[in-house]
């Protein structure tokens, strides 16, 4: 089982940017997909990104998509977000987490643990 930990949240106005990371622990990284997901206050956590485990394959969510980019070194054992035309309805929790079966990963409800997550409040 692969350990997260994830940063690079805060407050940002709306049309701004952000870049999440998450660092992960252990020597598979190489052999997980990994996903970017996030929970907004009441809202059920929701998938936002993911990305296949040599970066050549990714997914985003709809409400993402031409907004977002998922990435990771693998030497580094991390994966970002790039965040950019932030929207005051981006603003949530975010998770990474990691699946050795890709169609787990578009999936939150399959996992069982979630690290602290980073907070990213987007003002409009």
């Known amino acids: 089982q692969v350990q997260l930990v994830e940063s690079g949240g805060g407050l940002v106005q709306a049309g701004g940017s952000l870049r999440l990371s998450c660092a992960a622990s252990?020597?598979?990284?190489?052999?997980?997909?990994m996903g970017w997901f996030r929970q907004a206050p009441g809202k059920e956590r929701e998938f936002v990104a993911a990305?296949?485990?040599?970066?050549?394959?990714?997914d985003y969510a709809g409400s993402v998509k031409g907004r977002f980019t998922i990435s990771r070194d693998n030497a580094k054992n991390t994966v970002y977000l790039q965040m950019n035309s932030l929207k005051p309805e981006d603003t949530a929790v975010y998770y990474c987490?990691?699946?050795?079966?890709?169609?787990?990963?578009?999936?939150?409800?399959?996992?069982?643990?979630w690290g602290q997550g980073t907070q990213v409040t987007v003002s409009s």
């Open positions: 990305i296949s485990r040599n970066g050549g394959s990714t």
């Open positions: 987490n990691a699946a050795q079966i890709s169609a787990m990963i578009f999936r939150p409800d399959r996992f069982d643990s």
């Open positions: 252990g020597r598979t990284f190489s052999t997980y997909y």
